[in-house]
């Protein structure tokens, strides 16, 4: 199974974010954290600031709205060429067809999940996805603890996509780092968001390769 690990430039220097950009080329995915004031009790940046970065880098963009009303935003986001775009299901009025206008826009659509949200309502809609997110702390802050509680959600999300036959990813977001990334490859996760154990590393670029490298040599083991 690939490994992904996706720095989330939540914990980069907002006043350099090319130069950071360009601190980290071994990152398979850019965790861009939209937050609005309303669905979380954080602000970050929107639409203009994200398409400022897609001029600057080739990387694939893992865009992570953590806003309200994404059936109206989200879509904007696929438009300004980002790779996937991932809604919050908490905050979405019509999932399905928002993840249909998102992957006709040429985008892979993500469904976002808050660490209350249970993931077998969706069972039926897995067709539509190409990534769930599952929240590993309470989203709107860099550098939160990890929440182990999360890990049973992540075997039974696996659980669901194996049964499904599709090709899924299941991306953690929330605390990931070295001391906490072996518990969420055993649980089934191949995507990794890693925020302030990349940009906090004296070498972000190896912290990623080693987080990867841990993650690729595990999951042989276990899957
Ligand atoms: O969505 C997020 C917060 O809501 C961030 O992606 C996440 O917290 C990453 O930062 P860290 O790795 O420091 O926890
Ligand atoms: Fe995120």
Redo the contacts with the bound molecule.
């Keep these: 199974m690939g490994m992904r690990i996706h720095p989330?430039l939540?914990?980069a220097d907002f006043a350099n974010f090319q130069r950071d950009i360009e601190s980290i080329p071994s990152a398979d995915g850019l965790?861009l954290?939209v937050?609005d004031y309303h669905f979380?009790p954080n602000l970050t940046f929107g639409l203009p600031v994200v398409e400022a970065i897609r001029k600057v880098t080739d990387h694939h963009i893992d865009m992570?709205l953590?806003i309200d009303d994404p059936d109206r935003w989200a879509p904007a986001y696929a438009e300004a060429g980002c790779e996937s775009v991932t809604f919050h299901v908490e905050a979405c009025k019509a999932p399905v067809r928002l993840a249909r206008e998102l992957r006709k826009l040429g985008a892979r659509a993500s469904m976002g999940l808050k660490p209350q949200t249970d993931i077998a309502p969706f069972e039926d809609i897995l067709p539509e996805l190409d990534m769930i997110l599952l929240?590993t702390?309470?989203?709107?802050?860099?550098?939160?603890k990890f929440l182990d509680i999360m890990l049973p959600k992540v075997r039974r999300t696996r659980e669901l996509v194996k049964k499904s036959g599709l090709d899924i990813w299941i991306q953690v977001?929330?605390?990931?780092?070295e001391s906490t990334i072996d518990q969420c490859i055993e649980a089934g996760a191949d995507t990794f968001?890693?925020?302030?154990?990349v940009f906090s590393a004296d070498d972000p670029d190896g912290m990623i390769r080693t987080l990867r490298e841990r993650a690729e040599e595990l999951s042989a083991h276990c899957h």
């Design positions: 989330s939540l914990s965790h954290d937050m979380v992570h953590m929240m702390v309470e989203p709107g802050f860099g550098g939160q977001d929330g605390g990931v780092s968001v890693a925020g302030s154990a």
